[in-house]
């Protein structure tokens, strides 16, 4: 079966960085459109950053110019570079893959930006 997991969380301080990672397995990465997404305590998900088959990445107005959303099809692996990282970044991030009528999301990984 498809699975996707992610890595990579962890409890930072302000202004400090992380790198999620996504490895997925079972299904025909380089189709996918990829995307992370988060959810903080008592809020709903909220999209972060997605990218395309070809590569094109899109991001979220409080998250642009900080994330850098990047894809290996060969390692079948999308990552999350999250710089200059605020309180309000804190949540646990989710991985999800998107193609035609699949959609699969992974079990999340915690990011906490505390001092």
């Known amino acids: 079966q498809v699975q996707l997991v992610e890595s990579g969380g962890d409890l930072v301080q302000p202004g400090g960085s992380l790198r999620l990672s996504c490895a997925a397995s079972?299904?025909?990465?380089?189709?996918?459109?990829m995307y992370w997404y988060r959810q903080a305590p008592g809020k709903e998900r909220e999209l972060v950053a997605g990218?395309?088959?070809?590569?094109?990445?899109n991001y979220a107005d409080s998250v642009k110019g900080r994330f850098t959303m990047s894809r290996d099809n060969v390692k079948k692996t999308v990552y999350l570079q999250m710089n200059s990282l605020k309180p309000e970044d804190t949540a646990v991030y989710y991985c999800n893959a998107r193609w035609d009528t699949n959609n699969y999301w992974g079990q999340g990984t915690q990011v906490t930006v505390s001092s």
């Open positions: 079972k299904l025909t990465f380089s189709m996918y459109t």
């Open positions: 990218i395309s088959a070809g590569g094109s990445a």
